[in-house]
């Protein structure tokens, strides 16, 4: 099971491996990121890419551990929270630079996330 931990500072992220029985980190990498401001983070549970909300770049970044970053793509303003859906197949990006909630379809091809159809605006209160 893979952890990880963003390193906004050096724009990059730390990830970890989890011992499930011991609850043990160990390093698996660090991977720097073209973005800025790396501030939200999301590993699949497979541990096959880990996925940075750059809120300095308005952008996400893709990687792989052990590999490095694969690709960027733009988000909205001020991305700072990342998730997956639970089938795993759709990220969800929140942006609170403009209210918006940007969505994509992860493939394990190139180009890796491809914008949906589907973006949200949120309404403030």
Do not use: H
């Amino acid at each position: 099971m893979a952890r990880a931990e963003t390193d906004s500072a050096a724009s990059g992220v730390d990830v970890y491996n989890m011992n499930p029985s011991t609850g043990t980190l160990a390093l698996n990498c660090s991977c720097s990121t073209e973005g800025n401001g790396a501030q939200g983070i999301a590993v699949d549970p497979f541990g096959k890419f880990t996925l940075i909300a750059n809120t300095g770049s308005n952008d996400v970044s893709i990687g792989v551990p052990d590999v490095g970053e694969l690709a960027t793509i733009a988000a909205g303003m001020s991305p700072v929270a990342i998730t997956f859906d639970p089938t795993y197949q759709v990220v969800y990006v929140a942006n609170s630079g403009d209210n918006t909630v940007s969505s994509y379809v992860l493939s394990i091809a190139s180009p890796y996330l491809t914008p949906s159809v589907r973006n949200w605006r949120i309404r403030s209160p």
